[in-house]
């Protein structure tokens, strides 16, 4: 029996009702993709992928959706690899696999969380659907071993599984040296139930750096302490088949992206090129794989441009594949207020309440509908937020400086964090900046999987 999850319209019905309207004549607020950038940022870091010569997972939990699913792997990998936060995305990831498997590929979607018992049968039923091999389990500690014989009774199959290492972000996972706690290592290689794919580490400690050099700084580190937590524990480790290293957030891989088409020059970034490639602890005989994962790339957001790490992105409106679209609801230009300002209809279940470190804001207004201004450097943002409004103003303050905006105009407002606020909505509105109707004009709906 499927589990029971909020109802939400058919794509057939809400494609028969946007289909072809236009951002100005929906119902808002509404979340917006841009399917010329999130195409440009799938395709930009499959490239690169295949140039670094490493294996990649991509994380499905800052969309949810099976269209942007599909253009984060593409269709000329052997292997189609996933990470899922939720069951509801595994469970709605299956009928994309399958169609993989049906074309030749190999599949495998990682539960990107510590095995939790509530989850056991659900993930195991996914597995029978998918096959041996086809779904892989986290764990970082000996307790969560008794869940995975269920798994297994029910599957038909071993579970697979990714030990979780703690590189310093202190979420989840244990610290290199202690991978083994309580003899986890040795059990896992002694049950016949259980198959060890590798281990798995998420440094998110790369969110808050500032340049690409810090990202890959980061990801070198990472890939260093997972590489330290095999040699420590070699001897309780298989040595005659191939493990992997699964490391990466979106900072960090979309440093690695910008740099893999380098070739000469700098050092230190051949040298990391090189470890992505043939990593070796020298006890494993060449039989390490570095996979890297990330999952926000393909939308980005105001978060995400604060860590600078691809050094292209000046024009976050340019980069940055979703939006919010809400209409003004008033505006204070003649000295009602301190600086001028004006009223938007969304507020925080629309936007939702991340802090970003590159400005004091909420959100930032996109250039789009709006007078060319001289000021390139000061911008329009959201700068106090309540739970269904919010407040506009300019970034600087300057109270000489009117809101350009009408009464009922339409906004485009770019998240801080695009996976809170795409929680929000039910459906993306989808446009794309790159085909003859534009930035406005409404081409697909893909319906968000909500729910756990």
């Known amino acids: 029996m499927t589990n029971p999850q909020r109802p939400l319209p058919s794509k057939e019905s809400l494609k028969q009702f946007y289909l072809n309207k236009t951002l100005f004549e929906v119902p808002k607020p509404a979340a917006v993709l841009d399917l010329g950038i999130i195409t440009r940022h799938c395709n930009s870091m499959l490239k690169a992928i295949d140039n670094l010569g490493v294996g990649f997972r991509a994380h499905v939990k800052s969309h949810k959706t099976t269209e942007l699913a599909r253009l984060q792997v593409g269709s000329s990998s052997p292997e189609i690899n996933f990470v899922a936060s939720t069951l509801l995305e595994i469970e709605n990831l299956v009928p994309l696999l399958k169609e993989y498997q049906k074309n030749g590929h190999s599949v495998n979607i990682l539960y990107g969380i510590p095995l939790v018992p509530s989850q056991v049968e659900r993930l195991a039923r996914a597995a029978v659907d998918l096959g041996d091999g086809s779904v892989s389990v986290m764990i970082d500690h000996p307790g969560q071993l008794e869940f995975l014989p269920k798994f297994a009774d029910i599957a038909g199959f071993p579970v697979s599984v990714f030990v979780k290492v703690d590189c310093g972000y202190h979420r989840a996972g244990l610290p290199p040296s202690m991978v083994d706690k309580g003899g986890l290592l040795g059990k896992l290689g002694e049950a016949k139930y259980v198959k ?144 001028p300002e004006a009223l938007v209809a969304v507020g925080t ?91 406005s004009k409404i081409v697909d709906v893909w319906v968000r999987w909500s729910g756990w």
């Open 349 to 439: 279940l629309g936007l939702g309440r991340e802090p970003c470190p590159s400005y004091k804001g909420w959100g930032a207004i996109s250039p789009w509908q709006l007078p060319a201004t001289e000021d390139s450097n000061d911008r329009l943002i959201i700068d106090r937020i309540s739970q269904e409004h919010s407040i506009l103003s300019w970034e600087s303050k300057d109270a000489t400086k009117k809101i350009p905006l009408r009464i009922g105009q339409t906004v485009k407002i770019y998240p801080n964090h695009a996976c809170i606020t795409g929680a929000m909505y039910g459906w993306y509105l989808v446009v794309d900046s790159t085909s003859d109707s534009g930035a």
């Open 196 to 339: 060890l794919v590798g281990i798995y580490s998420h440094s998110s400690l790369s969110y808050g750096g500032r340049t690409r050099s810090e990202a890959l700084g980061y990801l070198k580190g990472e890939i260093v302490a997972c590489l330290e937590a095999l040699s420590l524990n070699s001897e309780a480790l298989p040595v005659d088949r191939e493990l992997v290293i699964s490391v990466g957030a979106t900072p960090q891989v979309v440093a690695a992206e910008s740099v893999a088409s380098q070739e000469g020059g700098d050092a230190e970034l051949e040298a990391l090129k090189e470890l992505l490639r043939s990593p070796d602890t020298g006890s494993f005989k060449g039989k390490i794989k570095v996979e890297l994962h990330a999952g926000n790339y393909p939308l980005l957001d105001m978060q995400q441009i604060s860590t600078n790490a691809g050094e292209v992105r000046s024009r976050f409106h340019d980069e940055v594949g979703v939006c919010v679209v809400a209409e003004t609801c008033s505006i204070y230009n003649n000295g009602e207020r301190a600086n």
